[in-house]
């Protein structure tokens, strides 16, 4: 048995899955796999030939966790409490070509592949819709170990394509079937983040921002305020709240006129790259989450000839990406190259998947 889920670039709607606001991710075509064979024994033995690392435990059972994102252990105790059983050992393969820690969705990747993986192995136990396989990749991931995070990932890497993710209320997603003209470049800053550090750190910001608006306005929410009655209502608020919001609520307009774009006959890319530029700087200079090498990679980019480009994922370093034409990508790879990034060509794939034998 073989599987495989893809990695996710987010275009609209950055940090504000956990706001309730609606996000626009892309499933890209670099894949976390698993492949598994029958050992005969009672117990799965885990090769991960990336990290030089190895595993193996009895899934029969409820399992211990050895730290605080063993999250292989807990796909198998999250589908045990579901009322799957594992009676069949399996000699287990996991190789990814998605960068690890960099914004593109690894872990979340992973977790979605493996999730689907049991679901197929298991000796009891229903088969999962995408949506279903996105949720419980979320609780192993996320509410498993009480870490902040969205849907948003899980999503996207099990259903694919390019993704329109409601967060409001209970989460749900749907395939956009438009057509985006282009291609996408990855740039890797080469920077290592801290991924629950800085997402935490926006979030309580982004809290913080709504709690004090709400002793003026008790009854708003994040998508209904406007930036001037959100200024007034934080006029003695800290710098850090005054900025998150102003941020957030611009972005909130940035994605709802993205989404529009998307849902019309005819997507301008240049309009579409200009809305991923305005979010990145609301993302740089408002809500603080990028760094000043993947600035310069962004605006090295734009200045050969990209449509547009932003950070990717939680940001205090990792990965942007820029949205470009085919006869300006080669330019476009470079100038990230010479701001000191990494670049690699995607386009947007399929989510989680059988792969042939």
Known sequence: MKVSSPGRICLFGEHQDYLGLPVVAAAIDIRARFEAVENGESVFRINLPDIDSELSFDPRSQLNYSSNRDYLLSGVNILIREGYKFEKGRDIVF??????????????????????????????GPALAPSDCARLAHRAEVLEFGEPGGMMDHYASAIGGLLLVETSGEARALQLDTSLEGLFVLGDSLQPKDTTGVLGAAKNNALLAMDLIRKSIPTTEWNIISAKVAAEALHNAPMEAVNSALGNIDNRNIAEQAIKMLRSDYVAPNAIGALLTRQHRNLSRLIGVSTAKIDGMVDSAISAGAWGAKINGSGGGGCMFAYTNMECAD???????????????????NGFREDAE
């Open 95 to 124: 190789k990814s070509d998605i960068p690890i820690g960099k914004g593109c969705s690894s872990s979340s990747a992973m977790l979605v592949a493996w999730i689907g993986l049991l679901c197929r192995i298991a000796t009891e």
């Open 331 to 349: 330019a476009v790879e470079q100038a990230i190259s010479d701001a000191g990034g990494a670049p690699r060509r995607v386009c947007i794939d």
